[in-house]
């Protein structure tokens, strides 16, 4: 089966990377990957499947079901799942097949994560064709990974795990090299939660702050004390941080405000603190500025949970990899505090997502969300195939 899958990688890898660079040159935004939805389901189609569309963007398709066994049975089946949806930055990468669309780009690899998916897909059919798929596989293209709580919950609501038992992805890294993969057992990535606090009062002069509340001292209290107050409250090993990103209050020198702003983003590593991480963030923020004689509003918007990796299925994803590329193929990653609405399938269904290396040995590591991302094309070749063994383990 590997030498069957690592044939059909090659043969149908330069197809997947032209069509990465055509994703790659037409990005869309959450919820508007209108295109990119078309473009994968007329290759669907080619290969002679029958895709299903979401509402709005984004498709699920069944492999190895036909029939009355098609979408919605209770088959159990692998899923394999890849988001589309691209950023709101310039592309800066400088390749000819940059972004035409001017404030969008795929600086996330989700073009990646595409290519990856249907690719895999394609290599399934065949194995399928051929009498050698020993189970169905689910593909799922997900829209609007990049917003909150996340496109992933939409698929859910729209059956797109009935009779899914397994799920898994990868996700594009640039900080490991291009044949590599990257994997780790529980949370691999962090809740990540938005955290905005709005304080008001009545304002005044700076020369008499004695008579109003003082807005722009009370969100200082807010930024420096708030974060501590989680730290003490919360058990440190669950990763739990906060950290802000922005802060607006005021105009002049002389004057109090009658409003200000602090917004960041809440993270965790832990489910348990990450449930309970609202009540006492809201209690450390009435507490913090309650001296101060001033109104506050807490808008606390819920994110994404930890990707919390399953172990078996953890272990499937590394034994495919060393079929496909030896014994060093596979890598322990490090937890990341970014947020990834993976994880809303992990609540559903058991499953794993892999760090799939993007950068070229010896080459400057690119960031992820930044505009200037480069990634290895060879990488879709190794993810097409990591994820076609995996379904078939």
Not at 289 to 299: G, Q, R
Not at 323 to 335: C, F, I, K, N, R
Request: glycine share 10%; net charge negative.
């Amino acid at each position: 089966m590997p030498d069957r899958i690592a044939a059909l990688v090659s043969e149908l890898e330069p197809e997947l990377v032209a069509l990465r660079r055509d994703v790659h040159a037409h990005p869309e935004l959450a919820r508007t990957e209108v295109r990119t939805t078309r473009v994968v389901a007329d290759r669907l189609r080619a290969a002679g499947l029958e895709p299903r569309l979401l509402e709005g963007s984004g498709l699920v398709c069944d492999v190895g079901r036909t029939g009355p066994h098609a979408f919605g049975a209770t088959v159990p089946a692998v899923a394999l799942r890849a988001d589309i949806d691209a950023l709101p930055l310039d592309d800066a990468c400088g390749l000819p097949f940059a972004s035409t669309v001017p404030g969008v780009a795929h600086a996330c690899g989700h073009d990646v994560h595409t290519a990856v998916v249907l690719g895999a897909g394609l290599v399934l059919a065949r194995l399928h064709a051929d009498g050698l798929l020993p189970r169905p596989v689910r593909l799922i293209f997900q829209p609007a990974e990049e917003v909150m709580p996340g496109g992933s919950l939409d698929v859910v609501e729209q059956g797109g795990l009935d009779g899914v038992q397994r799920i898994f992805a990868v996700h594009a890294e640039p900080k490991i090299d291009v044949g590599q993969v990257g994997t780790r057992i529980g949370p691999i990535t962090s809740a990540s939660d938005a955290i905005s606090v709005t304080i008001t009062s009545p304002g005044g002069h700076t020369s008499r702050p004695h008579l109003t509340g003082d807005v722009v001292y009370a969100l200082g209290q807010v930024i420096t004390q708030v974060p501590a107050v989680l730290g003490r409250r919360l058990d440190p090993r669950s990763g739990v941080n906060l950290t802000w990103g922005a802060v607006h209050a005021g105009v002049a020198h002389n004057a109090i405000p009658g409003t200000g702003t602090v917004a960041g983003t809440l993270r965790c590593l832990d489910v348990n603190a990450w449930e309970r991480a609202g009540e006492v963030l809201d209690e450390a923020v009435q507490q913090v500025v309650a001296p101060y004689d001033v109104e506050v509003d807490l808008e606390h918007v819920r994110g994404v949970p930890p990707v919390d990796n399953d172990e078996a299925c953890t272990a499937r994803l590394e034994a495919a990899a060393r079929d496909l590329h030896g014994p060093d193929a596979v890598l322990l990653t490090e937890q990341s505090l970014g947020g990834e609405d993976f994880a809303w399938y992990l609540t559903q269904v058991p499953g794993a997502m892999a760090r799939l290396g993007t950068r070229t040995p010896g080459v400057r590591t690119f960031d992820l969300h930044q505009g200037d991302l480069e990634v290895d094309e060879r990488a879709i070749g190794v993810g097409m195939g990591l994820l076609a063994r995996t379904a078939t383990l």
